[in-house]
């Protein structure tokens, strides 16, 4: 302490600024750390440990000068992953080519890249709809996906994570196409693959985008698509923009419908602090004839004693003692003589 009671310094800060909606998970078990969902949201992922005490702080009516000062304290290590899942009122979802990138540009003022072959998105896009009674909601468009997504066949789990956001889903179908697939079975196979990949996704509410209007192909089917979807299904041209009205009046219900506690996708991920459980003061194995002690309060008792002062060395001996090390170390059959092993500690066991 000198002759300023100083204690050890604390470390700076070191803060890492994420986009909303950033997932934080353990990367040695891919536990939930938190789930920054708002704007402002900070979280403590590893805290850092406290300085060390100066002698100053162990004065007593006995000691009136201790010779001895605390190292400071160990702060948390951990490697974590960063997932960001994209926040959005309205998610589309459709086959590659659907036509989800123009339907976007039509009701938003988002401009994806528009092609005339398909996996053209690449990445999800988002857009702001102004409805007419003056409300408004983002849309993401997701990345066409295609059978196999659930196992991240053609990039799908890195495309399906962000439909889990969404309150609403729009499936965009082609109902014009030709071939061997229609649009029936392209919905089909879209369900299925959002069922696997979250089966809480089979119980968002949803809608039908029956596309491409415009073909005399999808006016022909229109009936059959009718009969298929029911009051679910709007037809559209994202081409030209037929029918794109009643779907944004549709979608803007169907918001207006759905409790604000009901929309949060996986609540279980809305965490803003994960401490972790108190652990057992230590464990001991025996390693080739060497007693070796683990656990997170000895090792910090270890990293935090000063073992160059003989009233350093006295502490630790009364904390491991507080502890019961020296019977469970008995209880595993030690003998004096034997090595003792903390971390980057060792010493030798006598009674």
Known sequence: ?????????????????????TVIKDDANDEIIADLTNPGEEVIVAQGGRGGRGNARFTSSIKQAPDFSERGEPGEEKWVKLELKLLADVGLIGMPNAGKSTLISRISAARPKIADYPFTTLVPNLGVVTTRAGNSFVVADIPGLIEGAHRGVGLGHQFLKHIERTRVLLFVLDIAQTGERDAGQDYTILRKELEQYNPELAKRPFLIAANKMDLPEAQAKAEQIRNLFGEKVCFISAVTGSGIDELINKIEQLLQSIPPEETTASRQERVIRRYEEKDEPFRIEIKDGVFEVSGKRIEKLVAMTNFDSDEGLYRFQRAIDKMGLEQALKAKGIQPGQTVRVKDLEFEYSE
């Open 1 to 21: 302490g000198q002759g300023k009671n100083m204690h050890g310094a604390s470390g700076e800060d070191l803060i890492i600024k994420v986009p909303v909606g």
